[in-house]
């Protein structure tokens, strides 16, 4: 029987973490009562104009950090298809440190007319304008994770058919939350909360994987 030592457990475990903190949106409506359930971005529980932004912010953080670390560590463990999934992580973990530090929105337009009539003019700083970048390149970089975990689990049994179903998940919550971003509507909040339950699954899925040894 292969043994499970610190060079998995650690990794495999920081990931489980990163997966649960990642879903503090579901939290957001009693910190934040402006905010439904399902209503706007999630990222805008983080914008610096909003009660308990910190909370969030931190969140993304701790979770890009996590993320980044257990990602290096795998890296450098790993060949092949999972190398890959772990560079993912990377990508993943420090776009969404990027989130919640340097490019935090600075108001949240879906709760505040103003807010979004400057962002219309472009007349917001920066950092929220890059918010839109940083948050891309985070869910890029998890949806190559999971793909590149996925192909390197073929003929894994449960291992597999569990990472396709939170693959199925991620997909469709992005390809919805791409086109309420073409076509806006009451739904927008929907799709993405969608999303982010495919990544909390993705990096909890990957946690699972990296703490298992291969057979």
């Known amino acids: 029987m292969s043994r499970v030592g610190p060079a998995r457990v650690l990794p495999g475990l920081a990931l489980g973490l990163a997966g649960v903190l990642y879903a503090s949106w579901l939290i957001g409506p009693l910190l934040n009562p402006a905010f439904g359930l399902l209503d706007g971005y999630a990222s805008e529980l983080a914008a610096r104009d909003q009660p308990y932004h910190l909370v969030f912010g931190l969140g993304d953080l ?7 670390a257990a990602g290096v560590a795998l890296a450098r463990r790993d060949r092949g298809w999972p190398r890959r999934a772990w560079w993912g992580l990377v990508v993943f973990g420090v776009a969404t440190v990027l989130d919640g530090t340097v490019s935090s929105m600075d108001c949240a337009p879906s709760a505040d007319a ?8 472009g007349a917001l700083s920066w950092r929220h304008q890059g918010h839109s970048v940083s948050s891309s390149v985070a869910v890029a970089g998890g949806v190559v994770s999971l793909v590149a975990l996925v192909v390197a689990r073929r003929g894994r049994g449960a291992s597999f058919r569990w990472g396709l179903a939170v693959a199925v998940v991620l997909l469709v919550g992005t390809a919805g939350t ?10 927008l909040g929907a799709w993405q909360r969608v999303q982010l339950l495919g990544l909390s699954g993705w990096l909890v899925h990957a946690g699972v994987v990296a703490a298992r040894p291969d057979p």
């Not at 701790?62 to 980044?68: K, N, R, Y």
């Open 62 to 68: 701790v979770v890009g950090a996590l993320a980044s």
């Open 178 to 187: 791409l086109a309420e971003l073409a076509h806006p509507d009451a739904a």
């Open 114 to 121: 103003r807010c979004a009539r400057l962002a219309e003019l």
